[in-house]
């Protein structure tokens, strides 16, 4: 027999202005485990949490039960109450009277009032039910592994390393630096940045507690948050040398590595757009058609603006923005947030270059958020002669040695026809290829891009719904240098926050296995969509990994003996609190 | 195509940045005269930014435009494109492009020719002139009396002391006559 004491909250007039409270009150009084009750206008206000601690010593109670809001928006602040009271945390449930009642029942206040006492009992039922149970504790291995060399690998890497922690940093590539590596140089600070870049890498190369593996790939991943077991194919880079030597041409010899890991960061990056998606400006067939990556090469040091077709200097050149992106019916939906200010910095380089030189750029709209980027852009308008033209550009194609752009300025309202030497596509920042595999083996989700997913939109960007994954850069969607910069410290920031303890704490509301009834058919191991069960080798019976179990209740649907159940969700609970509802 | 060389031409002599315009269109939202427009203030900074010369100059809005300075006052990007149709209408004029509208041109010589000689402007002077030299005689009848009747239109006219002060100022820089350093 529990002693359960029951607190019915008025959330001012959100709660009692429908249901009567003195009611439920009544009601809730005839159960046989319930030895006080009482209405309050404010639970949540400092007296009534003082009400809730000073009864459970007065009235000597080993169960709590808030009759209020949704358990989402209080359960922790009652739960933190009655534990400082010295009851177990986990005999304490908020009965929901407020979002499944009060507040959708308005105009029935009987039937308000009857639904609000059945769930008040039902929950009356589960917690003298519940047991007391103390929060479960797993080892965390305080090192992480960073997929991508980028720039945003690189700054995570260097963030966690100098913390003291241990970096596993693998690149597929032969090089770290990622795509910042292959430009030119970056809007508003454009000549310092190749220089930092190389500083950065130097960092990463030296660093003692920085493991950088180059052609390298995650193979597979197990394990859970703090401990997850990483396998990764490296091809060496020396080893690459000396084959080459000798067998030009040959395949590299895989070498197979495995980590231990706490936690996983996904910098993967973005990969280029193929212009063979754009047919109407030419799909890729046009050699003076180029993207805007091939004109940073020309724009980076020891490169020369020239026509790819027969190398002269281009002097009319053609800018075109969104090509490809914030274009759901053709290319991609969404906006690539760079362009507008790199077309602004080449068409820049370009006059600065070729003087004589007239740039035209098309834009949709110029998307210049961010600290003196608007200024930058309107500083190419003004002092760079660059004409800007409002409008997409319906058509490109060969005429001759030129490349004729139709477009439209919508200004004016005109068509446009341009014989230009040279055509700049702004092309969608694609996801880097093989996202959607990655994704699946990490078990992190990607959207319908094929960029990560993040746990919330808003207030938890650098993580993933998976916890101990988190993400850095463009992996997670288009952005520029600075903001990828500042996601990788973001992201260093979780991870250190995880490593911060040597063990983690796990809810202990999972599933457990009663010994006894298990025979080990392993039906449970087969549905547990997160990998969380296993027959134990030993013992031979189901076991559950704590970390991994998310309450779902499959096993316990499964399990033809009865064997599975979810701690605090029994079925003899479920069953009672069934019985007071119907 | 596009002659963007023209934009140079007019931004010297207005002493504007007309590249500047991103086409916000406050500057027609706000002029009083636009509905009398082909175009209206923004369409003609873009014709500029395109350097659609001969279409510029030919246009009557440069004409139109009253030079109240809505445009210049609103503009977010400070250009004063009242400023940048007088450039227009200045260069029309040298080039000796057709006028779209006679009567303003009229109007400009006969300004200047009565600030000249008075020191300043003579409402009635300028009317009576004007409307002779057009031979328009009776447009604008019942709105000029009620100007008069407001006493907007005085017939004595404001004299300023010393007037040939004026009139020295227009010598020294009329082509024409002998040039006085004025300093630049």
Same mark, same amino acid.
């Given at each position: 027999?529990?002693?359960?004491?029951?607190?019915?909250?008025?959330?001012?007039? !959100?709660?009692?202005?429908?249901?009567?409270?003195?009611?439920?009150?009544?009601?809730?009084?005839?159960?046989?485990?319930?030895?006080?009750?009482?209405?309050?206008?404010?639970?949540?206000?400092?007296?009534?949490?003082?009400?809730?601690?000073?009864?459970?010593?007065?009235?000597?109670?080993? +169960?709590?039960?808030?009759?209020?809001?949704?358990?989402?928006?209080?359960?922790?602040?009652?739960?933190?109450?009655?534990?400082?009271?010295?009851?177990?945390?986990?005999?304490?449930?908020?009965? !929901?009277?407020?979002?499944?009642?009060?507040?959708?029942?308005?105009?029935?206040?009987?039937?308000?009032?009857?639904?609000?006492?059945?769930?008040?009992?039902?929950?009356?039922?589960?917690?003298?039910?519940?047991?007391?149970?103390?929060?479960?504790?797993?080892?965390?291995?305080?090192?992480?592994?960073?997929?991508?060399?980028?720039?945003?690998?690189?700054?995570?890497?260097?963030?966690?390393?100098?913390?003291?922690?241990?970096?596993?940093?693998?690149?597929?590539?032969?090089?770290?630096?990622?795509?910042?590596?292959?430009?030119?140089?970056?809007?508003?600070?454009?000549?310092?940045?190749?220089?930092?870049?190389?500083?950065?890498?130097?960092?990463?190369?030296?660093?003692?507690?920085?493991?950088?593996?180059?052609?390298?790939?995650?193979?597979?991943?197990?394990?859970?948050?703090?401990?997850?077991?990483?396998?990764?194919?490296?091809?060496?880079?020396?080893?690459?040398?000396?084959?080459?030597?000798?067998?030009?041409?040959?395949?590299?010899?895989?070498?197979?590595?495995?980590?231990?890991?706490?936690?996983?960061?996904?910098?993967?990056?973005?990969?280029?757009?193929?212009?063979?998606?754009?047919?109407?400006?030419?799909?890729?067939?046009?050699?003076?058609?180029?993207?805007?990556?091939?004109?940073?090469?020309?724009?980076?040091?020891? +490169?020369?603006?020239?026509? @790819?077709?027969?190398?002269?200097?281009?002097?009319?050149?053609?800018?075109?923005?969104?090509?490809?992106?914030?274009?759901?019916?053709?290319?991609?939906?969404?906006?690539?947030?760079?362009?507008?200010?790199?077309?602004?910095?080449?068409?820049?380089?370009?006059?600065?270059?070729?003087?004589?030189?007239?740039?035209?750029?098309?834009?949709?709209?110029?998307?210049?958020?961010?600290? +003196?980027?608007?200024?930058?852009?309107?500083?190419?308008?003004?002092?760079?002669?660059?004409?800007?033209?409002?409008?997409?550009?319906?058509?490109?194609?060969?005429?001759?040695?030129?490349?004729?752009?139709? +477009?439209?300025?919508?200004?004016?309202?005109?068509?446009?026809?341009?014989?230009?030497?040279?055509?700049?596509?702004?092309?969608?920042?694609?996801?880097?290829?093989?996202?959607?595999?990655?994704?699946?083996?990490?078990?992190?989700?990607?959207?319908?891009?094929?960029?990560?997913?993040?746990?919330?939109?808003?207030?938890?960007?650098?993580?993933?719904?998976?916890?101990?994954?988190?993400?850095?850069?463009?992996?997670?969607?288009?952005?520029?240098?600075?903001?990828?910069?500042?996601?990788?410290?973001?992201?260093?920031?979780?991870?250190?926050?995880?490593?911060? !303890?040597?063990?983690?704490?796990?809810?202990?509301?999972?599933?457990?296995?009663?010994?006894?009834?298990?025979?080990?058919?392993?039906?449970?191991?087969?549905?547990?969509?997160?990998?969380?069960?296993?027959?134990?080798?030993?013992?031979?019976?189901?076991?559950?990994?704590?970390?991994?179990?998310?309450?779902?209740?499959?096993?316990?649907?499964?399990? @033809?003996?009865?064997?599975?159940?979810?701690?605090?969700?029994?079925?003899?609970?479920?069953?009672?609190?069934?019985?007071?509802?119907? | 195509?596009?002659?963007?060389?023209?934009?140079?031409?007019?931004?010297?002599?207005?002493?504007?940045?007309?590249?500047?315009?991103?086409?916000?269109?406050?500057?027609?939202?706000?002029?009083?005269?636009?509905?009398?427009?082909?175009?209206?203030?923004?369409?003609?900074?873009?014709? $500029?930014?395109?350097?659609?010369?001969?279409?510029?100059?030919?246009?009557?809005?440069?004409?139109?435009?009253?030079?109240?300075?809505?445009?210049?006052?609103?503009?977010?990007?400070?250009?004063?494109?009242?400023?940048?149709?007088?450039?227009?209408?200045?260069?029309?004029?040298?080039?000796?492009?057709?006028?779209?509208?006679?009567?303003?041109?009229?109007?400009?010589?006969?300004?200047?020719?009565?600030?000249?000689?008075?020191?300043?402007?003579?409402?009635?002077?300028?009317?009576?002139?004007?409307?002779?030299?057009?031979?328009?005689?009776?447009?604008?009848?019942?709105?000029?009396?009620?100007?008069?009747?407001?006493?907007?239109?005085?017939?004595?006219?404001?004299?300023?002391?010393?007037?040939?002060?004026?009139?020295?100022?227009?010598?020294?820089?009329?082509?024409?006559?002998?040039? $006085?350093?004025?300093?630049?």
């Amino acid at each position: 027999m529990s002693r359960i004491g029951v607190f019915v909250c008025h959330c001012g007039i !959100n709660i009692a202005g429908t249901i009567d409270v003195a009611t439920v009150v009544e009601q809730v009084k005839k159960h046989p485990d319930v030895v006080f009750v009482v209405d309050y206008k404010y639970m949540c206000s400092d007296p009534g949490q003082e009400l809730i601690k000073k009864t459970i010593a007065e009235y000597q109670l080993d +169960g709590v039960v808030v009759a209020a809001c949704s358990p989402a928006m209080h359960e922790t602040t009652f739960r933190r109450a009655v534990a400082s009271a010295g009851v177990n945390s986990f005999r304490c449930e908020s009965a !929901n009277i407020r979002e499944q009642v009060s507040w959708v029942h308005q105009e029935q206040k009987k039937e308000a009032t009857d639904k609000a006492t059945a769930i008040v009992r039902s929950i009356v039922e589960k917690v003298s039910g519940n047991e007391a149970l103390a929060p479960i504790t797993a080892p965390v291995t305080q090192r992480v592994l960073i997929i991508g060399g980028g720039i945003a690998g690189i700054r995570c890497a260097l963030d966690i390393a100098k913390a003291g922690f241990p970096v596993v940093l693998i690149e597929r590539n032969s090089q770290l630096g990622g795509k910042m590596a292959q430009l030119s140089g970056t809007y508003l600070n454009f000549s310092a940045a190749p220089d930092l870049l190389q500083k950065l890498i130097q960092q990463v190369n030296t660093h003692p507690n920085i493991q950088v593996l180059t052609n390298a790939e995650v193979e597979n991943v197990d394990g859970y948050v703090g401990n997850f077991v990483v396998k990764v194919t490296a091809k060496n880079e020396d080893q690459a040398n000396v084959k080459e030597q000798e067998e030009p041409g040959k395949e590299l010899v895989p070498i197979d590595f495995s980590f231990d890991v706490g936690a996983i960061v996904v910098a993967t990056g973005w990969d280029r757009y193929s212009q063979a998606l754009l047919p109407e400006y030419g799909g890729g067939e046009i050699p003076d058609v180029i993207d805007g990556l091939a004109f940073e090469q020309m724009l980076a040091a020891g +490169g020369k603006i020239c026509r @790819p077709s027969d190398g002269k200097v281009p002097n009319e050149i053609v800018f075109v923005q969104c090509a490809g992106s914030r274009d759901p019916e053709r290319g991609v939906p969404f906006c690539s947030k760079v362009c507008c200010m790199y077309v602004a910095k080449q068409a820049m380089l370009y006059k600065e270059r070729v003087p004589t030189g007239q740039p035209y750029v098309f834009y949709i709209d110029i998307r210049s958020a961010g600290k +003196g980027y608007d200024e930058y852009v309107q500083r190419v308008m003004t002092d760079y002669q660059v004409l800007y033209l409002r409008g997409k550009v319906g058509k490109i194609f060969r005429d001759g040695d030129k490349v004729v752009v139709w +477009g439209v300025d919508t200004l004016s309202g005109r068509a446009l026809e341009i014989a230009a030497d040279l055509v700049v596509l702004a092309t969608p920042m694609a996801p880097s290829s093989g996202s959607v595999e990655l994704g699946q083996r990490l078990h992190a989700s990607t959207d319908g891009n094929g960029f990560f997913t993040e746990a919330h939109v808003k207030l938890r960007p650098v993580e993933t719904l998976t916890a101990g994954i988190f993400l850095a850069g463009t992996a997670q969607g288009p952005k520029d240098i600075p903001e990828t910069v500042s996601q990788a410290s973001g992201a260093a920031a979780k991870v250190l926050q995880l490593f911060s !303890n040597e063990k983690m704490t796990i809810s202990p509301l999972v599933a457990t296995v009663t010994a006894e009834l298990c025979s080990a058919c392993g039906t449970c191991v087969e549905i547990c969509p997160y990998g969380a069960r296993s027959i134990h080798p030993l013992w031979n019976i189901a076991t559950v990994n704590a970390s991994l179990c998310q309450s779902c209740g499959a096993c316990v649907v499964a399990c @033809p003996n009865k064997a599975s159940q979810v701690h605090n969700w029994r079925p003899d609970q479920i069953l009672a609190m069934l019985d007071e509802v119907i | 195509m596009l002659d963007i060389n023209f934009i140079d031409q007019v931004n010297t002599l207005s002493d504007q940045a007309i590249q500047l315009c991103y086409h916000c269109h406050k500057c027609t939202a706000g002029c009083p005269v636009t509905d009398q427009m082909e175009y209206g203030p923004d369409r003609i900074l873009r014709m $500029v930014q395109f350097g659609e010369k001969e279409k510029l100059l030919k246009c009557r809005d440069i004409w139109i435009c009253v030079a109240c300075e809505t445009c210049g006052a609103r503009c977010p990007n400070e250009i004063d494109a009242a400023r940048v149709l007088g450039a227009l209408r200045e260069i029309a004029y040298s080039e000796n492009v057709a006028v779209a509208e006679p009567g303003a041109v009229k109007f400009h010589k006969l300004f200047l020719l009565l600030v000249k000689n008075m020191g300043r402007m003579h409402e009635v002077s300028l009317l009576a002139l004007h409307k002779l030299w057009t031979m328009n005689l009776f447009s604008d009848l019942p709105a000029g009396a009620r100007l008069f009747m407001m006493g907007k239109v005085p017939l004595k006219p404001h004299l300023i002391r010393r007037q040939g002060e004026v009139k020295r100022i227009y010598d020294a820089f009329d082509p024409k006559k002998k040039q $006085v350093s004025h300093g630049n």
